[in-house]
């Protein structure tokens, strides 16, 4: 059995998302925020499917619509869309890359033939571009029509109401006049990672500083670090919770990971964090401004600056915003590179690739730098 599968990501980064998925099947399309793909049924686990760092989410789709126009007589071809789909094809696809726990579960006495749980179903939906209707309408009218067709009851979103706990999760995308119905391959969002229970404001969305990762060139032993013995160190001078950290350590196992932040608050949740995810940090408090680290000694900075919307500067930086670039390139070794989110080129830096991506509502730029006027 092979699935039509959609991988949801953060404006941008579409082409590494499609990147990583083409290690485990075959992508057809890239669409705004998605990536359209087609894979075989996985064995117990995931598969690797539910392994995907760059992707926000991952959806088995049981059908296609098009001719979804911009007025309410959408919502009708919707709910018979919905009706008509195959939804028991990807429902069996997604049991069979549950993790056993979540399978015996599916296999309990009352649970209708074909879903994953005996909650029913609760639909969510998003639309580019303007429309007459809500995104409550589409999800009620999709409801409606995956309800007829499964046999089990539909739980609305409108007013504000929850879902109960154990129903599956659908989803429903509409970009121009081509709607996606799919249902969600996990019990939970990727982007919601296990080991993120602590946080604090600002904190970097885990698939983007897992795309950051990709770009500087973790996840693959790189040449930079090897001839000093073990792999490459990796530096977050302004670690918050960890989270880049983490996604390093875990797309690369071989890393030597080390990171800083003039909060206490912020060390002990990166500390939580990264044990958490098994992934070994060498973690302190210290200012972004003047690091405790020798000249040369990283191969790899990772960084999400204070952007002073969430997270304003302060110690050095507060004074002195260009430290923190100061510092990266004092710290980075010869043929070391930094990969950082923000806007603009950090003076003392060179681009080797640059990326605008949407995030919190404006759009910066995720950028690979090196070090300018510096012999490779």
């Not at 992707?55 to 789709?61: I, K, R």
């Not at 509409?174 to 709607?179: K, T, V």
């Not at 119905?181 to 885990?206: C, F, M, N």
Request: net charge positive; glycine share 14%; proline share 9%.
């Amino acid at each position: 059995m092979r699935a039509f599968a959609v991988a949801r990501a953060v404006r941008g980064i579409e082409p590494l998302v499609a990147a990583e998925i083409m290690e485990l099947g075959v992508v057809r399309r890239l669409r705004h925020r998605e990536v359209w793909f087609e894979v075989a049924e996985p064995g117990p686990g995931s598969g690797g499917l539910l392994g995907l760092r760059t992707a926000d989410d991952v959806l088995l789709a049981a059908a296609v619509v098009d001719g979804v126009g911009p007025g309410r007589a959408a919502l009708a071809r919707l709910r018979r869309a919905a009706a008509d789909a195959d939804a028991e094809t990807p429902l069996k696809f997604r049991r069979a890359a549950a993790p056993p726990r979540t399978r015996r579960q599916a296999a309990q006495p009352g649970t209708p033939d074909g879903l994953d749980a005996p909650g029913g179903l609760e639909v969510s939906a998003t639309f580019v571009g303007r429309r007459s209707y809500s995104r409550f309408d589409v999800e009620d009218a999709v409801g409606a029509g995956l309800s007829r067709a499964l046999g089990v009851p539909y739980h609305s979103r409108a007013g504000g109401v929850a879902p109960p706990p154990g129903a599956v999760p659908w989803r429903v995308t509409i970009e121009g006049d081509q709607a996606v119905i799919a249902v969600r391959l996990g019990e939970r969002p990727l982007h919601r990672r296990p080991y993120k229970v602590d946080s604090i404001p600002g904190t970097l969305h885990p698939p983007l500083a897992a795309a950051m990762a990709v770009l500087a060139g973790l996840g693959r032993p790189p040449a930079g670090g090897a001839a000093r013995g073990g792999g490459p160190v990796v530096l977050d001078p302004c670690c918050g919770a960890g989270t880049t950290l983490t996604e390093a350590g875990l797309l690369a196992p071989h890393a030597r990971l080390a990171g800083a932040d003039r909060s206490p608050v912020s060390v002990r949740a990166a500390a939580a964090n990264t044990a958490r995810a098994g992934v070994r940090a060498a973690l302190a408090v210290a200012d972004a401004g003047r690091l405790p680290l020798p000249s040369r000694s990283v191969d790899r900075v990772l960084v999400n600056p204070p952007w002073g919307r969430q997270v304003a500067a302060a110690g050095l930086l507060a004074r002195d915003g260009g430290l923190l670039w100061r510092e990266g390139r004092r710290v980075l070794a010869p043929g070391g590179l930094a990969g950082a989110l923000g806007d603009g080129v950090p003076g003392g830096f060179r681009v080797e690739r640059v990326i605008e991506v949407s995030l919190s509502g404006r759009p910066p730029a995720l950028a690979v730098l090196s070090v300018a006027n510096r012999r490779r």
